[in-house]
């Protein structure tokens, strides 16, 4: 199990081109670095490449004790450790006070990638040390034993291979944005999502909100992103022109009424919020819900009208000097409406005391702000 993990570490580590070498070698032998080296993996991003998945990267972050399960300093360490580290500054040392040829470019990738396996170990051997019990790598929103020993049942212990099998969703996953990760044991559907990423925003494994025309405030609400995806899943399928896109969306559709799903909520800078959220299969709120056009315009109506008036609130909260004050009533009108949008999801059924809080909020800022509340759509999705 440990050899599978360690290739899909491979898989979600980015490549150093040879470009990026090329311009780094200029780089640090033009400003001749002290330590060449460092200056070198610093301007190739060696770290930055291990984690270039958003939602993994969180979990291997300098300085974050508590979040991270990778400690980067001792994997730091460890690499300078290495014969590969050692080559590496003999090689940079000697380029520095010569030409640059080829063959140095491709000594100096290949030992790139002696340093990535390198890391890679490490990772491996940091994820499947099974004394800390679960971490956010293998569950976001969970605490390691030591952090956390009252949470723990007596006797309760994870195998190795059980550590590296959670660790592998994580890995697997496809990052709506920077905070929200989508996965399911369903290898089809993890299949299709990544090559709806590939072929449309040529990304491995991320999926950014404004190509999905979700806003900054739903971003923020795991819930709420969702149901803002599966509306753009149909929306494309219905704009569509490529045949094997719109066969594609059919099939990620499909897959998502009858597979349950996993979310990973990480929001950054707030570790407490950190969650993993496991849903049903979706086929009442797919067919109910998003495949329904009179259902689906009703709940778009609702979006494009929250927007507005957040947008409009905000602007009237600068001009008063407000906007901290109009920032917490918006958080807790975007709180309701992602309680909305998850009893939507879990059970295709509307929340009402989440509508009403809505409407109450809504009131309550147009009033005191002067605002046009427009709650035809709020009240026209109370009856969809």
């Known amino acids: 199990m440990s050899n599978a993990f360690k290739d899909k570490l491979r898989e979600i580590v980015e490549e150093i081109s040879i470009n990026e070498i090329q311009d780094a070698l200029k780089k640090v032998i033009e400003r001749k670095s002290e330590n060449i080296a460092e200056s070198f993996l610093h301007e190739v991003n060696f770290v930055e490449k291990l984690r270039a998945h958003p939602l993994v990267g969180k979990v291997g972050g300098v300085g974050r004790r508590k979040v991270s399960v990778i400690d980067m300093g001792n994997l730091m ?49 940091q994820i499947g040390t099974t004394e800390q019990g679960l971490r956010h790598f293998h569950a976001p929103g969970s605490v390691a034993k030591s952090e956390g020993r009252n949470l723990y049942f007596l006797g309760e212990k994870y195998t190795q291979e059980i550590l590296y099998k959670l660790a592998s969703r994580l890995c697997n996953s496809i990052a709506l944005g920077n905070d929200i990760g989508i996965y399911s044991e369903n290898e089809d559907l993890m299949i299709q999502l990544k090559q709806l990423a590939y072929q449309k925003f040529k990304s491995k494994f991320k999926i950014e909100l404004k190509d999905l025309d979700i806003s900054k405030d739903e971003a923020n609400h795991p819930f709420a992103v969702l149901l803002g ?40 800078k707030e570790v407490e919020k950190w969650s993993t959220i496991s849903l049903p299969r979706l086929d009442i709120f797919v067919e109910k819900r998003v495949l329904n056009k009179e259902s689906r315009d009703k709940i778009e109506a609702l979006r494009r009208e929250l927007k507005h008036f957040i947008t409009a609130a905000r602007e009237e909260a600068e001009k008063k000097g407000k906007v901290e004050e109009v920032k917490k009533t918006i958080d807790l009108l975007m709180s309701n409406y992602d309680a909305f949008c998850r009893r939507l999801i879990e059970y295709g059924d509307l929340d009402f005391y989440a509508l009403r809080r809505m409407m109450d909020i809504i009131v309550d800022l147009g009033t005191r702000y002067g605002l046009k509340m427009h709650l035809k759509s709020l009240g026209s999705v109370m009856r969809c």
């Open 77 to 125: 360490g460890n690499i300078r450790r290495s014969e590969y580290y050692k080559k590496l500054y003999e090689k940079l040392t000697e380029i520095s006070k010569q030409q640059v040829m080829i063959k140095d470019i491709v000594e100096i990738k290949d030992l790139l990638e002696g340093l990535k396996s390198k890391a890679i170990d490490f990772i491996v051997k």
């Open 229 to 268: 995806f599966t509306l753009w899943l149909v929306k494309l399928l219905l704009i569509e022109e490529k045949h094997e896109i719109r066969t594609l969306i059919q099939s990620i559709l499909d897959n998502l009424k009858t597979s349950a799903i996993s979310l990973f909520f990480m929001p950054q």
